[in-house]
Nanobody
Framework: QVQFVESGGGLVQPGESLRLSCVAS????????LGWFRQTPGKEPELVAF??????KYVNNVEGRLFISRDNAEKTLTLQLNNLQPEDTAVYYC???????????????WGRGTRVTVSS
């Protein structure tokens, strides 16, 4: 099972940007969808964006501020976060995305994630 290591989080002020990176322990070329999830205290991780070989999709009205990219050769998944707002504060994880009864779900075990804190 491919494992992921996330990095790039930090403490920023509203309106600032961050670039999150995720490196896989093995090949991701055959994986259909890879996604970024985020988790706030007391809640399950929720999918914010995913990338296939030919498409990028965003959920929860983040499109326009978040940009996901995937590099199979480098085994990396990145998430550019622009115009960050306090509600973006969360721990961000990457994972394989699968659909169960039409709902996106993480498939592999979680990495440590990377924490993003947006505060003035």
């Amino acid at each position: 099972q491919v494992q992921f290591v996330e990095s790039g989080g930090g403490l920023v002020q509203p309106g600032e940007s961050l670039r999150l990176s995720c490196v896989a322990s093995g090949s991701i070329s055959s994986i259909y969808a890879l996604g970024w999830f985020r988790q706030t205290p007391g809640k399950e991780p929720e999918l914010v964006a995913f990338a296939t070989a030919n498409a990028r999709k965003y959920v929860n009205n983040v499109e326009g501020r978040l940009f996901i990219s995937r590099d199979n050769a480098e085994k990396t998944l990145t998430l550019q976060l622009n115009n960050l707002q306090p509600e973006d504060t969360a721990v961000y994880y990457c994972n394989v995305v699968v659909w169960v009864e039409h709902e996106p779900r993480p498939r592999n075990s979680w990495g440590r994630g990377t924490r993003v804190t947006v505060s003035s």
